[in-house]
């Protein structure tokens, strides 16, 4: 095999699964087909909760056309308790739906209508009549802080609460301080497409093809909420139509399809409505977020507080981590951050894209930048001046920081000329403004595995677990394995998504193409070592040969991979595990955001003009799919900054902009140009890649920028989130 240096590995290379996508035989869940057809569930919602059902009339659904059966806590094949057992964590825990009477939060199933088609079950499941005893809730958390506690933990961070220095006596003796309490609004994915499952059962085995981001845990859920064993349980799920935290689990719509097709005897499809999404599936919290930042009169910062308060589902263990940046960003005397949470009958709080640093940056990083206007130091000088030389925190040297040089090429490309006095810059009628912010995400490595097989006609299959969730998957994976055994890219297969393939950790937290890419780079040294052991029993050079079609050449001497191989071909397996990797340094992916604005000096409506961010992600292994990840995220910052916001009547606990006419996303015409960079890397501590996570970067530091930049063009520190023109317009700057 031919192993002089190759450059596809970073290659802007096409989806090799786009054009499956663009012509439709892409397989999403919902568009699986089974012969002798499939029947449709419909879900029927709790109209309020917590309580208790004290009427539940279906007699009239059963009763419809076309009806097959109506699923409720009467009829339901049996679960485990939902919740249990308490030492699993809230991905593999019992899911269990339609477990009893008892309602758990508005919304929750109260019935599943299973109907020939969906139009048949829509229509039942409005013949259905509920009656719910409501107990006295608790929805909005900041309403409710005697009842705070400590979670047990919060994700991804080894501490809930660190306290590193004397915060008082540095806060006191600090030359420039700033209090701040923000308000972060609740969030939803809001995928394009909607949770979906079809379940199929064949004797005690069960089938799911579902859109889900990591399949082990998944399988996991399934075992401990029907009771049986893993190894009777296969979930496929080649495609996902986006995730974004949101299908890292199991939700209620899996689980009613699992139940529905086994009381039915037939398979069965539940997709959850636009509407359905907003109860029944998972959203970020509302934070109350409070920060106390001093520096001394040289801009040096001496201390750093942030506490964070949020809504935490009952029985489902998520607490989201705000100060995870705070934790990692500068140099300080005194750190101290405090995560608490108060227990809630609300829908399921759970990741969200970037947890922890997208609302964690949007908070702290404006914060920063009104302690650096108090110092009187630009605010690209004031982060450079607080620059750590080891992680704020543990101490820890990094693996690799170069945040400062992320700053530096941002503000030149940009073009950053320093801070004005706000409301001073104008085109017009609008008032400009600029505005900048660090991003920051911890840089994590999972464990995982694959198995790669080589035919006799030269062609590479690879099988992992591993999801593709609109990120690129399939592409970076096939540039690692077509480099690694110098073989083109349209000789080799990529298969994931099926439990029944190699484990990996799947789609999330910004490690799965660093963790499955590891693996699959590791079978096929594997692959390469063991086909040179062959060559070397068959006489040939065993050190220097490449593939060409089905024939394999060594040296001057060319030979028939069947003569190697056999008919069966060669299988290897190959794992990465992060024990071996790190070396106990401070892994982040690091960049910077500068963003410009306009406001209407009367109507107060902002609008985004520029965003221009640099990155530090290590190797990339796809400039077009990372530019997209990049670019994405950044949309996403847009829409938390100043649009995104899930709105709870809390008298009910019940969410009310639950479609895409009140539930406010990014759209074209809030997107300006977007200018992306990358700095060029290899972080040789990470991973056998040298890559680093990059899915949820762009979102960190796309919203303070903004924010700052808002702050500019009115004069006004804004303190929640997203920011609307009411909170601005009545303080604007004459023209």
Request: glycine share 10%; hydrophobic share 40%; aromatic share 6%.
């Amino acid at each position: 095999m031919d192993h002089s240096p190759s450059t596809l590995i970073g290659d802007a290379l096409d989806r090799v699964d786009g054009p499956a996508k663009v012509t439709g035989s892409a397989e999403y869940a919902g568009d699986h087909r089974i012969e002798g057809g499939i029947a449709e569930g419909y879900i029927v919602e709790a109209p309020a909760g917590p309580g208790r059902i004290i009427r539940l009339d279906v007699s009239a659904a059963e009763n419809a056309e076309g009806v097959i059966a109506v699923l409720t806590h009467r009829n339901a094949p049996a679960q485990k308790p939902y919740g249990t057992p308490e030492d699993e964590g809230r991905f593999t825990q019992s899911h269990a739906v339609l477990e009893n009477d008892r309602v758990r939060h508005f919304g929750e199933p109260v019935a599943l209508v299973v109907a020939e088609t969906l139009e048949q079950a829509r229509h039942a499941a409005s013949l259905v009549e509920v009656k719910i005893e409501t107990s006295h809730g608790i929805y909005n958390p900041l309403e409710n802080r005697d009842r705070e506690e400590k979670p047990e933990s919060v994700d991804g961070l080894d501490a809930v609460d660190t306290q590193d220095g004397y915060f008082d006596g540095e806060f006191t003796s600090s030359g420039h301080t700033v209090r701040a309490s923000y308000i972060t609004g609740a969030q939803h994915a809001a995928a394009m497409e909607p949770h979906v499952t079809v379940a199929q059962w064949d004797g005690e085995r069960l089938t799911i093809h579902m859109a889900i981001q990591i399949m082990a845990s998944g399988v996991s859920a399934f075992a401990n909420t029907l009771g049986i064993d893993e190894e009777n349980i296969r979930i496929i799920s080649p495609f996902t139509g986006g995730g974004f935290g949101s299908k890292l689990g199991v939700h209620n719509e899996a689980i009613l399809a699992a139940l529905a097709a086994k009381h039915c005897g037939k398979a069965v499809r539940v997709a959850q409505t636009r509407r359905n999404v907003f109860a029944n599936g998972p959203h970020r919290s509302r934070h109350l977020q409070d920060l106390k930042l001093g520096a001394g009169k040289d801009g040096k910062l001496k201390a750093i507080r942030h506490y964070s308060l949020a809504g935490m589902a009952r029985d489902y263990p998520f607490a989201e981590a705000p100060a995870s940046p705070t934790r990692a960003s500068y140099a300080a005397n005194a750190i101290h951050t405090i995560h608490r949470v108060v227990k809630a009958d609300i829908p399921n709080v759970d990741s969200m894209r970037a947890p922890g640093e997208a609302i964690g940056t949007l908070t702290f990083e404006t914060a920063i930048d009104e302690l650096a206007e108090k110092c009187g130091i630009d605010p690209v000088e004031f982060r450079l001046l607080n620059e750590p030389e080891a992680d704020p925190t543990s101490g820890d040297r990094f693996a690799s920081r170069r945040l400062a040089e992320c700053i530096r090429s941002g503000a030149e490309k940009f073009g950053w000329s320093g801070r004005v006095t706000p409301g001073s810059r104008r085109d017009g009628r609008k008032l400009i403004g600029q505005g900048m912010a660090v991003a920051i995400r911890p840089n994590t490595l999972s464990p995982a595995s694959a198995q790669v097989s080589l035919s006799k006609d030269g062609r590479l299959t690879a099988r992992l677990d591993m999801t593709d969730i609109g990120t690129g998957s399939y592409t970076i994976l096939t540039q690692i394995a077509a480099e690694t055994l110098s073989l083109p890219a349209d000789r080799i297969k990529i298969e994931l998504g099926d439990s029944s393939f190699p484990t990996t950790a799947g789609s999330g937290g910004s490690f799965g193409a660093a963790s499955s890419g590891s693996a699959l780079l590791d079978a096929c040294n594997s692959l390469k070592s063991a086909l040179g052991e062959r060559l070397a029993q068959a006489g040939m050079p065993a050190n220097a040969f490449s593939i060409k079609g089905d024939r394999i050449v060594a040296g001057d001497r060319e030979i028939a991979l069947e003569d190697v191989l056999g008919t069966e071909g060669l299988t290897a397996e190959g794992a990465v595990d992060p024990e071996n990797h790190g070396n106990g340094k401070a892994e982040y992916s690091y960049g910077v955001q500068f963003a410009e604005v306009e406001v209407d000096a009367d109507t107060g409506e902002m609008r985004v003009r520029r965003l221009v961010g640099v990155f530090d992600a290590g190797r990339i292994l796809n400039r077009k799919t990372a530019r997209s990840q990049l670019m994405g995220g950044m949309i996403f910052g847009i829409g938390g900054a100043l649009l995104e916001e899930s709105l709870m009547d809390d008298r009910y606990g019940s969410f009310m902009n639950r479609d895409f006419a009140e539930y406010h996303i990014a759209v074209n015409r809030d997107v300006p140009d977007l200018e992306v960079h990358m700095l060029d890397g290899h972080s040789e501590d990470s991973n056998p890649l040298g890559s680093k996570g990059i899915g949820e970067l762009g979102i960190c530091g796309a919203g303070p920028a903004i924010a700052n930049a808002v702050y500019e063009a009115t004069g006004v520190r804004v303190r929640k989130f997203p920011i609307h023109l009411e909170d601005v317009l009545d303080q604007l700057p004459a023209l």
